[in-house]
């Protein structure tokens, strides 16, 4: 019981606590920001006050987010799905930012005819395989084109 009220012995207890505790504190355990335009492989999520609007345009809070530079690839999952995209790759940038309540993502890509029509995907429950409505090209196997487009639908993209 004597030990306890000694002055000696607290003292060394809260000297070891406390280089134990910088001790244990490494750099795998600190949370670094990297600086905007110099991330390459992590994508950096910022604090907002307010939520943006998700109506196409980029607002200015999106400057404060650092961007993730990437370049993704059409994979070949097999069945001839995305014949005639295989192996196309599509530079791209994405950012994000969050509240409270939420976590915003934005990504921009190049898109050369800045076309917002597309085909959508249907399951053929016939052929048990995946197919885009007839308004898209048609590939052959070999990634030839088979078939042009007649006509395009014209879809909207919401935020969810």
Sequence with gaps: ?????????????????????????????????????????????????????IDGNIEQAWSNAPKLNFTPTVPYPGNNLFTGYNGQQYPATLRSMYDDKYIYFLAEWTDAEKSVFVATWYFNPATKLWAQEPTSKTFDSNGNITRVALAKTNLQCYGI
């Excluded at 000297?15 to 950096?44: E, F, H, R, W």
Aim: proline share 4%.
């Design 1 to 53: 019981m004597k030990l306890l009220q000694s002055r000696k012995f607290w003292i060394i207890t809260t000297l070891t606590c406390v280089l134990g505790y910088v001790v244990s504190c490494t750099k795998k355990d600190q949370v670094i920001m990297p600086v905007a335009g110099n991330n390459t492989s992590s994508l950096v999520s910022v604090k907002t006050t307010a939520a943006p609007n």
